[in-house]
Nanobody
Framework: QVQVVESGGGLVQTGESLRLSCEVS????????VGWFRQVAGRNREEVGC????????LYSRSLKGRFTISRDNAKNTVYLQMDNLKPEDTAVYYC????????????????????????WGQGTQVTVSS
């Protein structure tokens, strides 16, 4: 049984940092692709970025690259989302998703993202940034 569990959300002030964790079980973690997404109530889900697989590419949304960093610890079956210099507009429910294969979405300018075709999703963790 595959399980995806996020943790680390909370309430922070503008400019502060927060690290979210995503633990994946039930898959061969070295081969797992893990994506981070966020959703504000009433809006479409937005991709933050993804780790394609262990030793593979780490991709980011165009708008969030620079403040958010994704890393993985294979010994802990965990992928992290480090969020720095948080802003009120980063307030959202953050989800992670996992799958054994990831089909990249490629753009004509060379930019690539993981897309949202992951089979396994976590329950989400709330991040609130106060002004």
């Amino acid at each position: 049984q595959v399980q995806v569990v996020e943790s680390g959300g909370g309430l922070v002030q503008t400019g502060e940092s927060l690290r979210l964790s995503c633990e994946v079980s039930g898959l061969t973690f070295d081969e797992v692709g893990v994506g981070w997404f966020r959703q504000v109530a009433g809006r479409n889900r937005e991709e933050v970025g993804c780790s394609v697989r262990s030793g593979g590419s780490t991709l980011y949304s165009r708008s969030l690259k620079g403040r958010f960093t994704i890393s993985r610890d294979n010994a802990k079956n965990t992928v992290y989302l480090q969020m720095d210099n948080l802003k009120p507009e980063d307030t959202a429910v953050y989800y992670c998703a996992a799958d054994s294969t990831v089909s990249l979405v490629r753009y004509s300018d060379g930019h690539a993202e993981c897309g949202d075709e992951f089979r396994y999703w976590g329950q989400g963790t709330q991040v609130t940034v106060s002004s």
